[in-house]
Structures are given as structure tokens and as C-alpha cells.
């Protein structure tokens, strides 16, 4: 059983806080899983996106209290699952603790996709990201809730 899911992608204000919400709504019936988020290189502190913020809205989901977060060491041990946007990021993390390895996939891991980022571009481009994170969170979903 997966109860610490953590969502991670470069910044941690486009990709991973849209992931984290829309899963943390997928999985509400499940209340013993716990799903966060953080950022290789994160720009700690800063919100989401505008323009993430905005999509979400637009689903009902609020997400103007993020807080972009550092990821640790610390964070990779405590959790059970990690779900990255890209290949790249499951061999930055294992760089960071190599103990993380098998423990890492990526969000669109179950379609063979990876997220593109779409940080400092237009709207589209922020469609296509949400999109496909809807995708991968349907997929995993339906994995984590048996």
C-alpha cells in the first residue's frame, strides 16, 4: 500500500502542484494516502503558476496556497511513491538518494508519456501539461485504489 505519494517536477509551481491537487481529489476517498509535492530545483516559496492556477480554478480546485518546496533527502525516505513529469527527472532524483530507486515513476508511466513543461509559455502549452497529468492520474488512480 502506497501512503505517501509525493509529485515532483523541476520548479514545483506548474507541473507537480496541478498533479498533487488533482490526485489528492482523485484519491479523497482514501484518506490514509497522503500526496505532496516539491521541486528538483524548486523556487522555493514562490506559488504556482498563474496560469496553473487558473486551469485548476477552472476545474474547481484552488491551489493559490502552494508553496513551492525543496526536494530532500528526507522527503525521498519517508515516502512511498514518487511521480515525476519526465525520464530526466527519475535519474536527477536518483542522483539525490540513490536509495529512492524503485521507487520512482513517472506520473504518465502506464501510457508511456512523459509531461512536457510548461513553465514561461502560453496557455496552450499549459493545457496540453494539465491534460496529460489528467491522463496519468486516472491511470495511477486506478493502481493505487483496489
Known sequence: ???????????????????????????SAQPQMSVTSAGISALVGYPADEIAQALLLELGIDISAH???????AML??????????TSHKRAIEMI??????????????????IPDPYRQPRAAFEESLRLIQRGVMDWSTKLVL
Open 1 to 27: 500500500m502506497f501512503n505517501y505519494i509525493l509529485i515532483v517536477c523541476m520548479g514545483n509551481i506548474c507541473r507537480s502542484p496541478m498533479g498533487e491537487a488533482l490526485l489528492i481529489r482523485q484519491l
Open 67 to 73: 508553496r513551492a518546496r525543496q526536494l530532500t533527502s
Open 77 to 86: 525516505r519517508q515516502t512511498d511513491l514518487v511521480l515525476v513529469m519526465e
Open 97 to 114: 538518494d540513490p536509495s529512492a530507486r524503485g521507487k520512482i515513476y513517472r506520473l504518465g508511466e502506464w501510457g508511456g508519456f512523459d
